[in-house]
């Protein structure tokens, strides 16, 4: 069967499309690579056995996995009261939680700083340091990830053919157990794709981490901000060898996405 071509001057359109791929992505993550391989065997494994470094990573791999999952959960219930119920004021929530994604990162990590320290609106009634802890962290990454669960939900569960729900009814099925196995195993893929990029965005987060964590070295240091300590030292090779561990996380967790999205839809498809 003869392919048909939709886009007139195919040729010229992929030539522009991998042109433009080549200067925003392909070229800086090559130069990233580049300039990091000027490091030696010996810098790089003092470098990722160094205690800054592992328990940078450790933190933030506990503070994003923490707030990817909790938004999995209620970004699954967010999605689901915005496709299924109307109600007064829904489209203001539904414009509100894509306010992470508008609102600068640093202008919500002061905001959560100044609400949650000590003396803060919301901070003054807990007797557990929220602002400068680990527990900061992960309340602003809950507040950048939280988007990326619920708009990767939210299509999906549009989409979900109502006659299979009604179906699963009329045989006797009571509402869990039609969510069980009627709504949640057609849901699934895009709920672990929305946790995953939840998880692989709280990683590399910067802008709103870096007032409410303090910056406190060894203890609320995060990798991103063992990166900017090594470029305030002059270490740019450092630096960039961070830039390229994170990259390779990040690739690796895309990596696993993909995978789970062609496992279930080959599933689907049989």
Do not use: H
Not at 161 to 177: M, N, Y
């Amino acid at each position: 069967m003869q392919q048909t071509r939709i886009i007139l001057g195919f040729n010229l359109s992929l030539g522009y499309t991998l042109t433009f791929l080549s200067l925003v992505v392909l070229i800086p993550l090559g130069g990233l690579f580049i300039f990091s391989a000027q490091i030696s065997a010996e810098q790089f494994v003092k470098l990722i056995t160094s205690r800054q470094l592992l328990l940078a990573l450790g933190l933030s791999f506990k503070s994003a996995f923490s707030a990817a999952l909790v938004n999995s959960f209620i970004g699954l219930l967010l999605a689901w009261v915005l496709v299924r119920y109307q109600f007064w004021g829904k489209r203001l929530m539904d414009t509100f939680i894509d306010m992470p994604f508008a609102l600068p990162t640093a202008v919500a990590g002061i905001a959560l700083t100044a609400i949650y320290a000590r003396n803060g609106i919301i901070g003054q009634f807990f007797e557990t340091k929220i602002a400068y802890s680990s527990l900061g962290i992960t309340l602003a990454l809950l507040f950048v990830t939280l988007p990326f669960v619920v708009r990767t939900l939210q299509p999906v569960l549009d989409d979900l053919p109502k006659d299979v729900e009604e179906a699963a009814e009329i045989l006797g099925a009571s509402p869990f157990q039609t969510f069980r196995y009627v709504i949640f195993p057609a849901i699934l893929p895009a709920w672990i794709t929305g946790f995953t990029l939840a998880f692989a965005r709280g990683i590399g987060e910067y802008g709103s981490v870096v007032f409410i964590s303090g910056n406190l070295p060894f203890r609320t240091e995060i990798l991103p901000l063992v990166i900017m300590s090594k470029l305030d030292q002059y270490d740019y090779v450092g630096a960039a060898t961070i830039g390229v561990l994170m990259l390779i996380i990040s690739f690796l967790l895309i990596f696993i996405i993909n995978q789970i999205q062609r496992y279930f839809a080959k599933r689907t498809a049989k």
